[in-house]
């Protein structure tokens, strides 16, 4: 399980409005204590899942590891979308895959470099080919863009739900 404190959010920078939520779930930080350990999963319960991703910069204990390999399970879990879109491009799932090595202390961090530049490669020529084609595409777009964007918000609905799962069961020690 991972721990942070009043004290270390503080120092991160933590954004008043969580920090004060959290303050009051727990009844103040006076009683509380700015040093008492402060499980991440109640961050994900009280405050969600994005300000809990936000205090693993300020965790008691490092969290590199799991960090990249939750980060690896996001990647992985969409990397079907671009390998639809760019058949035979596998510069992300090596990307992937090297990070997760690296993670696990088997590559370094030149062959991380070196899969993290392949990798921003194949993603700036998916996003140039994808804007190329939304440009050829315009003429249709007015007509789909309400049914569009309902499926996109329903999509990315569907993936921080996923996401927030999956981080749980990292906190929570059922994958790491």
């Given at each position: 399980?991972?721990?942070?404190?009043?004290?270390?959010?503080?120092?991160?920078?933590?954004?008043?409005?969580?920090?004060?939520?959290?303050?009051?779930?727990?009844?103040?930080?006076?009683?509380?204590?700015?040093?008492?350990?402060?499980?991440?999963?109640?961050?994900?319960?009280?405050?969600?899942?994005?300000?809990?991703?936000?205090?693993?910069?300020?965790?008691?204990?490092?969290?590199?590891?799991?960090?990249?390999?939750?980060?690896?399970?996001?990647?992985?879990?969409?990397?079907?979308?671009?390998?639809?879109?760019?058949?035979?491009?596998?510069?992300?799932?090596?990307?992937?895959?090297?990070?997760?090595?690296?993670?696990?202390?088997?590559?370094?961090?030149?062959?991380?470099?070196?899969?993290?530049?392949?990798?921003?490669?194949?993603?700036?020529?998916?996003?140039?080919?994808?804007?190329?084609?939304?440009?050829?595409?315009?003429?249709?777009?007015?007509?789909?863009?309400?049914?569009?964007?309902?499926a996109w918000d329903a999509a990315g609905a569907?993936e921080r739900d996923w996401q927030k799962e999956?981080?749980?069961?990292?906190?929570?020690?059922?994958?790491?």
């Amino acid at each position: 399980m991972l721990y942070i404190t009043f004290r270390l959010a503080k120092e991160a920078g933590a954004c008043a409005e969580g920090y004060k939520q959290f303050a009051r779930h727990v009844g103040g930080i006076t009683k509380f204590g700015k040093n008492t350990p402060l499980p991440l999963t109640d961050v994900v319960e009280v405050c969600g899942f994005g300000d809990a991703l936000w205090a693993l910069r300020c965790t008691t204990e490092p969290c590199d590891r799991l960090a990249r390999l939750f980060a690896c399970d996001c990647a992985e879990h969409v990397l079907p979308i671009f390998e639809q879109k760019n058949p035979g491009d596998k510069r992300p799932r090596k990307a992937i895959e090297v990070s997760r090595r690296y993670a696990n202390g088997e590559a370094t961090r030149e062959e991380l470099d070196a899969a993290w530049d392949a990798a921003w490669a194949a993603a700036w020529a998916a996003a140039w080919a994808a804007t190329r084609a939304a440009a050829r595409a315009a003429a249709w777009a007015a007509a789909g863009d309400a049914a569009w964007y309902a499926a996109w918000d329903a999509a990315g609905a569907a993936e921080r739900d996923w996401q927030k799962e999956r981080f749980l069961q990292y906190l929570n020690e059922e994958v790491v």
